[in-house]
Structure formats: structure tokens, C-alpha cells
């Protein structure tokens, strides 16, 4: 297993309608076409009206790299990235955790 979380902070109100957008074109695209996704769930911050979070869940890096470089990723980042002032990426360790 693989996994990651993203923080993505939005410029405005406006980038931040047009990210969440963009956001739900490309997980119904991660749904239908990467099954080496197992979790790909997108969050709003509470009491941070421009921040996004992004938990992510890979079978293994090889699924990670495939997603990294599909087509309908490549275009949500080329898309997503004039909306951002910041992005933060943390690669975590497995550990204990209940999954249901």
C-alpha cells in the first residue's frame, strides 16, 4: 500500500469553485479508469474557506506512478495549479488503522 495526503490552498473564492470543479471531473476519471486507486477522497477545510485536502490510497507505487501520469491527472494539474498558492505533500508510513 501507498499512500499520501495533499493540502491545496486556492487563490480566492472563485479559484476555489473552479478547483472543486475540476476536482469532481477527475475523480469520476479516477474511478472509472485506475483501479490500483483504492481511496481518493477530496476534502474542504473546516474554517478554511480556499484550502483543500486529498487523501490517497494506491495498491502500490507502481499505481501511484500510473495515476501520476495518466492523461486525465496530467490535465487536472496543468488546470488546478494557475488556481494555487500553495501545495503541500505528505508521503505517509502505514501504521495501526481500521478500515471498513
Known amino acids: ?14 479559484a476555489a469553485e473552479r478547483f472543486d470543479e475540476l476536482t469532481a471531473e ?33 495498491r502500490d507505487r507502481g499505481a501511484f506512478q500510473a495515476h501520476e501520469t495518466a492523461e486525465h491527472v496530467r490535465r487536472f494539474h496543468a488546470r488546478k495549479d494557475p488556481l494555487l498558492t500553495a501545495t503541500r505533500v505528505e508521503f505517509l508510513q502505514p501504521g495501526a488503522g481500521l478500515g471498513r
Do not use: N, Q, W
Not at 29 to 39: D, R, V, Y
Open 1 to 14: 500500500m501507498f499512500a499520501l495526503v495533499v493540502r491545496f490552498d486556492c487563490r480566492d473564492s472563485a
Open 26 to 58: 477527475v475523480v469520476r476519471e479516477i474511478a472509472e479508469k485506475e483501479p490500483g486507486t483504492l481511496t481518493y477522497a477530496t476534502h474542504a477545510v473546516a474554517d478554511e474557506p480556499l484550502a483543500r485536502v486529498f487523501y490517497e490510497v494506491y
